[in-house]
């Protein structure tokens, strides 16, 4: 190939990659495949297209491609509805048909069909475009809705009449997953965040519906922090400010009821404090916060919003150590007997709690924190996104292992939620699936659970022994694994696999301080945690190293490049998706520069110490310059050239460092599967099956699972 020329100029090629060495804090970092930086260069098009070809000819190979996506097909292909929100006597939320590849928003109103509000898929037919947000106003006449196109998860913002689905204003440009909080009073006009590109400010505005003029509200200072904005009730602006995914939250609030929502006078709820904090406002006009303040598994706290200082807080559900309280909801249960016109009412607390993966729900009264009664959850599984209706009813989310996403609606002091919305087609019987817990002691002898799941498979028991497993971690941003529906999990098991999930320290599995023990300077732990599970799996004789796959992505990609290029015997394959790997750089790439929280900083030489001793890119490079007669397993890498989250570059400069580290040419052990026009969230049903099952496929393949 050669650069573009004028006519009659000599032909010139393309100059070879050039390799980058940079000196941080003394120390030489070799970077000889910067190169593929570059996305759309033409040496790193002929790159790609390489490993595109390597990838086609091995996945022929596979035999249980085909009938993995078949089965991955058949699992999802139901309605999957998210939790409504409710507005004037109308019910919002989204349905993905069976069939359909992309959610779409809907209103209800009583018995009568649901009627299409915005489908991306009548907008866009290429199916590239997703709804990624959206939020009813106050009377439900009109709805914000976010899309964005070809996987980049930054797109429009849009104010739409529910009936006729015209837009109702100019379009917002590059918003990525903003808040939108509608203004209670006044002209129409909303709350939501974005960056303004022309003064490099980041905060929250109020703009206007029609004219789409804007005024800043509250802008953040403090480098790296994602700003929120709520409206509680019809009164209540409460604007948070995120430092660091996980670590810290800083909240205000103000009085709208008097006007001036464009000068609101923000007072603080908590700021500067190393907590995490989540509010909501009740029906009894107190806000009820779900916090980490002095509570590592969180609790929930009540104040007054006319003196919200933490100085007032009040403790209402106390922590509960080994399950994290995840999420709730506060809602209505019996009006108050001084009540003028009963308008206000003693309020009861829905509460969801994590042990281990599994969620457990309760009610509690909001005054004195009492248990009232457990919810009856059909079976182990997990509950997400409660939200509470005028009628004191709560909605929420359940999937289990073998179960698809159902929505429930939780009638007032009824312990046993029933299935919405009414006449719903019922889930088919749900496959056997047994889970055991597994413990091992990490290298510095913490105990460490290891979930193990098994599928009966043809009415048969699972079989017992070692067999190809498949082991999956996360270990970021204090977020507790939950077993919710995975259609690839469950395909993977009943074609005979096991599958295993380590709780290792980073994630929130055993609370903060779990989260904080695998973080930043301590994120190495992390790493050994999974190197523990592994280990454990093949003692208790679960699995052979060869018939062992360690599978994660993003922060958990990370995780097991860097477990896998640590021990290269550890396992026969591993599947890392949209990873981050090179940590000397991650900052500049993608949103790194939002998780040195998590991570560390390369300019602190502490952090950048623990950083390069785990980072999976130079573990690769080192064996390259330095061959020890190892081999690393083989690996299958995922790249998505829309995602503005960890960034392509980090798989096609991982893949680039393990091929050249690899002694073996004949057969490459490692493959980039490289999509265009997705990118780290949602996509379309047909492209998340494919690259499901072939990620399962390569894993079925390395480890020896055979069974259709």
Known sequence: MVRNRAPGAALVPD???????????????????????????????????????????????????????????????????????????????????????????????????????????????TGRTTLDAWEPGPGGAMVAVQTSRGGVERGSLRVLSTTTGAPCGPEVPGVRYSHVAWAPHGAPAFFYVRRDGERGVRGVWLRRVGDGEETLVHACTAPGTVPGVRVLGERWLLVSEGHGTGHRTDLWIADLSGGGAAQPALRPVQVGVECETEARLGPDGLLYLRTTLDAPWRR??????????VEHWREVVPEESGATLDAFAVFPRTPLEDAPGADRHVPALFVSRTRLGISEASVHDARTGDLLYPVDLPGEGMV???????????????????????????????????HWPPGAADAPPSPAVERTVLWCRSEDGTRVPVTVFDAA????????????????????????????????????????????????????????????????????????????????????????RRQ?????????????????????????????????????????????????????????????????????????????????????????????????????????????????AAPDRGRPPVLLRYERDVGHGPRAVSRAVGLAADAHAFAAHRTGLSRR
Request: hydrophobic share 40%; with cysteine; charged share 20%.
């Open 457 to 544: 498979v043809a009415d048969a028991p699972p079989t017992p022994g070692p067999g190809p497993t498949i082991l999956h971690a996360y270990g970021g941003f204090g977020r507790p694994r939950q077993f919710g529906f995975s259609a690839t999990v469950l395909a993977w098991l009943l074609s005979g696999g096991r599958y295993a999930v380590a709780h290792v320290r980073g994630g929130g599995d055993a609370g903060r301080a779990w989260h904080l023990a695998g973080s930043g300077r301590a994120k190495p732990r992390a790493v050994e945690d999974l190197v523990a599970a592994a280990d454990a799996l093949v003692s208790a004789r679960l699995c052979t």
């Open 15 to 125: 100059p070879a990659p050039v390799p980058a060495v940079d000196i941080l804090h003394g120390r030489p970092v070799p970077d000889p495949h910067r190169w593929l930086e570059t996305a759309d260069s033409p040496a790193t098009l002929r790159w790609l297209d390489e490993r595109r070809r390597e990838y086609e000819r091995e996945a022929a190979t596979w035999p249980l491609r085909s009938p993995l996506a078949d089965r991955i097909r058949s699992l999802v292909d139901t309605d999957l509805w998210s939790v409504p929100v409710h507005r004037a006597g109308t019910a919002f939320a989204t349905v993905r048909p069976a069939g359909s590849e992309h959610p779409r928003l809907v209103a209800l109103n009583g018995s009568a069909p649901p009627r299409t509000v915005y489908d991306p898929a009548a907008e866009d037919p």
């Open 548 to 660: 062992l796959c360690l599978s994660g992505g993003s922060a958990g990609g990370l995780l097991v490049l860097a477990a896998a290029t640590a021990r290269p015997d550890l396992c026969g394959a591993v599947i890392a998706s949209a990873p981050l790997a090179d940590m000397a750089r991650f900052e500049r790439m993608g949103l790194g520069r939002m998780w040195t929280r998590e991570f560390g900083t390369a300019a602190d030489p502490d952090d950048f110490a623990a950083l390069m001793s785990y980072s999976p890119y130079h573990r690769a490079l080192d064996g390259a310059v330095r061959p020890s007669g190892r081999r690393f397993p083989s690996v299958l890498l995922t790249g998505f050239h829309g995602d503005t989250r960890t960034d392509a570059a980090h798989p096609r400069k991982m893949c680039a460092a393990l091929l050249e």
């Open 300 to 309: 929930v706290c009540a104040v007054s919003p006319e003196e919200p200082g």
């Open 384 to 418: 997400s996104t409660p939200e509470a209706a005028p009628d004191g009813s709560v909605y929420l989310a359940y999937a289990d292992v073998a179960t698809q996403q159902r929505v429930l609606c939780l009638p007032p002091d009824a312990p046993r939620p029933r």
